[in-house]
């Protein structure tokens, strides 16, 4: 709650008399004042003898003893003592009061005075700056001045000094203005006339202007005509304005949103409901929510969704049902590299050096370098001859997992399993080249779609990967349980292209500038290693990831070089035969 401060200005109201400022003091603080704030000045420091109102300062002087007994009453009161400075005798006389008095001003007729500030900045404490009737070039200069000479906080003080002032001449929406401007705290000092009712009005919008301090006179009896009556409160009114400032912060308030607000947002705002059956593990998008109002607490508001979703569900979450932060978790992603050494035309592949590393531990970087990857996997046979894979730990960054060597889908789930995955994205470990950037494509395309199964409708071969919710895996595994053939499961993206009504496959273009049809970046023969040893050799790639970025500016730049292994098919494709027999193989329906 931003709470004003509000200073009883005393000024003269005392008229030189100890008993009458004592009574003053009293008055302000059965009044609800934070504070009191006096004028200290000599009438032989602040006027020559010609001044008009010599004599008058001569009649308002009090010595410095009444003054240290009228602080030491003030801070008894709980008040706290501001004090006008006006001339090197209340300098003298702060110096020896210093530890009673919370704060200085300088009023708008003396801001102009370099002694005052520089013999003012050793106090250090907080000071107010009348600024009324000064023009915006001059308080920019004198401002620059004070900051430059003062240590304390500033906060300037907005109000005409005239008495009484007219009420049009207020100018409240100046308060604002300076506090924007000089990005300063900014308070107001009130001279309306005190018979008018907006003389204890207009503090009130002052505040809820952006005034942090209100400065207002008090005085004993207003008919008495003493100094500075005309636009004091007697204690009676002033108490009232108090009490009208006090409301006017509750009604202010903050910038904190108030509980029972919040609470009737929650209970009245529009949640997120599920739209259909939704099933454990599967990937919940914008396409499966609907909103609606519901009582269930802590559900998903409706403004959540973008920041929130997609989430991937822990358990059954039936149609029409507000979902709660604790029915979902954030998609954890793997990579799993699927990798053997039974290759027969290119003899333990994976294992031989490009530019001195190994061709699986090239694939190996690259996916580590992938961002929105929870982890990868190695996912190799529990067979003795695929055991040096194991030791592709890459200082334990990939974790190993063996399992049956003829069943793909089933080694994929086994490290979904062990990583606590909910999406797995399949890469061959025959890949040195695969493409961070475009695995995290893939990711995101196929988190925002919701799908089963994602891949590339067209891309560089040897670059990229099919992406998969783990829930659909363990639906097909589930197919794939009564079959005794398993000889083409590591066709595994097969077996989702050809069952639609089974499966949602999400089918991307990639970006143009990823897309190279004629080059061939799979190890798989001799012409292929002699190939990339020269690419990693002459990009002089060390222990580090390829980009496809910087591959795709070198290949560019030297386009011969693919001539290099250009003449080798992909015999499965070229394969007629065998494209009809696994169509008809990974066809449930």
Request: with cysteine; aromatic share 8%; charged share 25%.
């Amino acid at each position: 709650m931003a709470k004003v401060k509000v200073i009883a200005e005393i000024a003269n109201a005392h008229l030189g008399d100890p008993a009458r400022l004592a009574e003053l003091i009293i008055a302000a603080a059965d009044s609800g004042a934070d504070g009191v704030k006096f004028q200290w000045f000599k009438y032989d420091s602040i006027a020559t003898p010609d001044f008009i109102h010599y004599q008058t300062y001569i009649d308002l002087s009090i010595d410095n003893k009444i003054w240290a007994d009228s602080l030491t009453l003030a801070k008894g009161l709980g008040l706290e003592v501001w004090v006008d400075i006006y001339d090197e005798w209340g300098i003298e006389l702060l110096a020896e009061l210093e530890s009673l008095v919370d704060g200085l001003k300088l009023a708008t007729t003396v801001i102009q005075s370099d002694t005052l500030i520089q013999a003012l900045k050793k106090f250090e404490k907080p000071l107010l700056i009348g600024v009324g009737g000064w023009y915006e070039e001059e308080i920019d200069k004198q401002l620059s001045y004070i900051k430059n000479n003062f240590k304390g906080p500033i906060i300037l003080m907005h109000g005409f000094q005239g008495y009484p002032t007219r009420t049009e001449d207020s100018n409240l929406s100046r308060l604002a203005y300076y506090k924007q401007r000089y990005q300063l705290e900014v308070g107001f000092a009130d001279h309306e006339d005190a018979g008018n009712e907006m003389a204890i009005d207009l503090p009130v919008y002052a505040h809820l202007l952006g005034a942090g301090i209100i400065e207002k006179h008090i005085t004993i009896d207003r008919s008495s005509k003493g100094i500075d009556y005309y636009s004091a409160l007697e204690p009676d009114e002033f108490k009232v304005m108090v009490e009208k400032l006090r409301r006017a912060e509750v009604v202010l308030g903050s910038l904190d949103i108030k509980e029972s607000e919040r609470k009737y947002l929650e209970d009245s705002s529009l949640k997120i409901v599920s739209r259909k059956d939704i099933s454990p593990g599967e990937i919940i998008t914008d396409k499966k929510i609907r909103y609606k109002r519901s009582s269930v607490p802590h559900a998903f508001m409706a403004q959540n969704a973008s920041e929130q979703f997609p989430l991937i569900s822990k358990s059954v979450i039936p149609a029409d049902t507000p979902i709660t932060p604790d029915m979902v978790n954030k998609p954890r992603v793997c990579i799993v590299v699927i990798c053997r050494l039974k290759s027969t035309r290119l003899r333990r592949k994976a294992l031989l050096p490009l530019n001195g590393i190994p061709s699986i531990e090239r694939c190996l970087m690259n996916c580590l370098a992938v961002p929105n990857c929870d982890q990868v996997v190695l996912a190799t046979s529990d067979l003795p001859e695929d055991q040096p894979l194991t030791n592709f730990t890459l200082d334990h960054k990939v974790r190993i997992v063996t399992g049956d060597p003829t069943n793909v889908p089933k080694r994929i789930l086994q490290s979904a399993e062990a990583t606590n995955a909910d999406i797995v994205v399949r890469v061959t470990g025959d890949d040195p080249f695969i493409s961070p950037e475009m695995l995290t494509y893939l990711i995101d395309q196929h988190i925002n779609s919701g799908a089963d199964f994602t891949h590339a409708k067209e891309s560089t071969m040897g670059t990229v990967g099919d992406v998969i919710t783990v829930e659909a895996l363990r639906r097909l595994l589930q197919l794939l349980q009564h079959s005794e053939d398993l000889t083409y499961t590591e066709y595994l993206s097969f077996y989702f292209m050809n069952n639609p009504t089974l499966f949602n496959v999400n089918s991307i273009d990639i970006p143009d500038q990823w897309i190279f049809p004629d080059w061939r970046l799979t190890l798989d023969e001799a012409k292929d290693l002699e190939l990339f040893e020269k690419i990693f050799k002459d990009l002089d790639v060390g222990k580090r990831p390829l980009y496809f970025e910087e591959l795709k500016s070198f290949l560019l730049n030297n386009p011969k070089l693919m001539d290099i292994n250009s003449g080798i098919k992909v015999k499965w494709l070229e394969d007629t035969s065998l494209i009809n027999e696994l169509n008809k193989a990974t066809k449930f329906i």
